[in-house]
């Protein structure tokens, strides 16, 4: 397996504009989970799905924020309008079931910079 | 959760073994403990975990303490690519308990 598979690995773009982050968890892995890392905040988890739904959202910092995952094999983090505050590594992390016994598998992660 | 303390730092000489302590005084008894690193510019890794017994595998060994109060990971021989953030967490395994981070060792191993 190539493990947890993250695109773009690194994203600049200007405040105001959209960006899409994407996932692809392992194959079989039920939950998914998105954290973004800073130097200031250091790791810190947005959102996670369960089966495919959002189960707790409460992490997203604000509205510009949403994650969806459309079907078992992919998700996307997206932010709009983007500023520079959330210039962060996003990093998306897959488990076979939501107890985590097993462990977390994370991607390489996306280096977001806004400018 | 419980709460973990770990020391910021350490310092390990290569081919040596490394020891990073954790304290985690007010664990539950249905909380394992679970030790993640975190190589520079890379997603943290799962290492080991474990409810009460000592646990190996080929990247580490973890020593729980008797009253699980504290947990000990070692390296056995740390090599350079093991320099890293190393973190300590404390979880049980009931779903809807997410893993999260914050504070960590930072281990660097010198040559």
């Known amino acids: 397996d190539a493990g947890v598979i993250q695109s773009p690995r690194h994203e600049v773009t200007e405040m105001g504009q959209e960006v899409t982050l994407r996932c692809k968890p392992i194959?079989?892995?039920?939950?998914l989970f998105w954290y973004r890392q800073t130097m200031m905040r250091g790791l810190e988890l947005l959102i996670y799905f369960n089966n495919n739904v959002p189960i707790d959202d409460s992490g997203m910092p604000e509205d510009r924020f949403s994650a969806k995952m459309p079907n078992a094999s992919f998700s996307t983090l997206k932010i709009q309008p983007s500023e520079p505050r959330d210039s962060a590594v996003y990093f998306c992390?897959?488990?076979?079931?939501?107890?985590?016994?097993?462990?977390?598998?994370f991607g390489s992660g996306t280096r977001l910079t806004v400018v | 959760d419980a709460k973990t303390t770990q020391p910021p730092s350490m310092d390990c000489a290569e081919g040596r073994a490394a020891n990073l302590p954790c304290n985690h005084s007010?664990?539950?008894?249905?909380?394992?403990v679970y030790w993640y690193r975190q190589i520079h510019s890379q997603g943290p890794q799962y290492i080991i975990h474990?409810?009460?017994n000592n646990e190996t595998n080929e990247m580490a060994s973890l020593i729980i303490t008797e009253d699980r109060k504290s947990s000990t990971l070692i390296l056995p021989h740390a090599t350079l690519r093991d320099t890293a953030v190393y973190y300590c967490?404390?979880?049980?395994?009931?779903?809807?308990?997410?893993?999260?981070f914050g504070g960590g060792t930072r281990l660097m191993v010198k040559p």
């Open positions: 474990g409810l009460k």
């Open positions: 007010t664990i539950s008894g249905n909380e394992y």
């Open positions: 194959s079989g892995h039920n939950s």
């Open positions: 992390a897959s488990s076979p079931s939501l107890t985590g016994v097993t462990g977390y598998t």
């Open positions: 967490r404390v979880m049980n395994n009931n779903a809807g308990n997410m893993l999260t």
